[in-house]
């Protein structure tokens, strides 16, 4: 079984604070994604990333960046954490865009910023 | 415009009802097309690739019109299990957009 692994599945940080959230998959898949799901909004693409040391930015990528230097670990990092980047975090991987390709999801990081 | 919508639900059906979920998207470039579910707290997980010429898993089918920019999933004979958020994804060049989701209650 595809296994994608996130670091943590709760996290409370401060204000100000440096954030890195983890995410290894188990699968040798090219492509890694960010993507934080807020009520009403569904899941929003933070960054992905289709090779090592490869990044693009998704829709919301304001406050984050992100780290692949090992195919299978893809890092989100919040530099400064705010209020508003409390939300469910989740990383998904895939193997390369072909027709029916499944993504596969890590089980979550709820991220709390006080 | 979202570049994938939903019906915004939530739907409350009861058990043994058939339930229909609509999702439309916007970009034409799309490639693949899957219905996910998320269960309360827990990490989306795929419940079935869309086709163009429909495909059936089941008690649930999934319909693609690609002229309309349309995909639609039925189920029937709703479950208690069944609850849960359904995710309509799109996937276009690496990519995947997420629709918002559609939040079925299916009540004894």
């Known amino acids: 079984d595809v296994k994608v692994t996130q670091s943590s599945r709760y996290l409370v940080k401060r204000t100000g604070e440096k954030v890195f959230l983890e995410c290894v998959q188990d699968?040798?898949?090219?492509?890694m994604f960010w993507y934080r799901q807020d009520p009403g909004l569904g899941l929003r693409l933070i960054y992905f990333?289709?090779?090592?040391?490869?990044?693009e930015k998704g829709d919301i990528p304001e406050g984050y960046s992100v780290s692949r230097e090992k195919k299978e670990r893809f890092s989100l990092i919040l530099e400064s954490a705010s209020t508003n980047q409390t939300s469910m975090y989740l990383c998904a991987s895939t193997a390369p865009t072909g027709l029916g390709t499944e993504a596969f999801f890590g089980q979550g990081t709820r991220l709390t910023v006080v | 415009r979202k570049e994938v919508e939903q019906d915004p639900g939530p739907f409350n059906v009861p058990e043994g009802a058939t339930v229909a979920f609509n999702c439309t998207y916007s970009?034409?470039?799309?490639?693949?097309f899957f219905w996910y579910r998320q269960d309360c707290r827990k990490e989306p997980k795929l419940l079935m690739s869309?086709?163009?010429s429909g495909n059936e898993d089941g008690r649930f089918t999934a319909q693609l019109n690609r002229a309309s920019q349309y995909i639609s999933l039925l189920i029937r004979d709703s479950k208690l299990s069944d609850s849960a958020t359904y995710l309509c994804?799109?996937?276009?060049?690496?990519?995947?957009?997420f629709g918002p989701g559609t939040r079925l209650s299916v009540l004894p």
């Open positions: 990333s289709y090779d090592v040391k490869m990044k």
């Open positions: 699968m040798d898949h090219e492509n």
């Open positions: 970009n034409s470039a799309s490639q693949s």
């Open positions: 869309v086709y163009s």
């Open positions: 994804v799109v996937n276009y060049g690496q990519n995947f957009v």
